[in-house]
């Protein structure tokens, strides 16, 4: 099987990347190779869940805010976000979470840094098929 990266520069630095036929694999990183070995460990945790949610049934368990300097929204903030829209999270791995669209059986991967990037908020929630946050905030 092949499969497709697609590395995006960002706006604020660095770059946003995502593996097109698994959208759901999401990452982002300052340098390529730091791109490219998040996306990796992003991807092999989507498997593995993907995997644990076909053997298993589900069960699912506040405002976003965007720092307007850097271009980028905190993770408890998109964490809170992607809860309002009825996703908890499924599963912890070393550099990404995976929340997941109970109503979807979406799972993206979410990057364990305290910010994320603009192009990867809203690539999660284009995945997730429901509206970035707060879009017009992500203006300097």
Not at 7 to 24: Q, R, S
Not at 114 to 138: D, M, Y
Request: glycine letters at 6%; proline letters at 6%.
């Amino acid at each position: 099987m092949k499969l497709t990266p697609v590395f995006e520069p960002a706006k604020e630095g660095g770059y946003t990347c995502f593996v097109e036929e698994i959208p759901a694999a999401i990452s982002q990183g300052e340098t390529l190779a730091e791109a490219k070995a998040n996306l990796l460990d992003a991807l092999k945790l989507v498997v593995e869940c993907q995997r644990d949610l076909v053997e298993k049934d589900l069960s699912p368990e506040g405002s976003a805010r965007v720092d307007r300097a850097s271009r980028c929204m905190k993770r408890m903030d998109l964490e809170r976000h992607l809860r309002e829209q009825g996703c908890f999270l499924y599963r912890e791995g070393g550099g990404h979470s995976v929340w997941l669209n109970p109503s979807l059986r979406k799972v993206p991967s979410i990057p364990r840094h305290r910010e994320i990037k603009e192009g990867t908020v809203r690539a999660i929630c284009k995945q997730l098929k429901f509206p970035s946050p707060n879009t017009h905030t992500f203006l300097i």
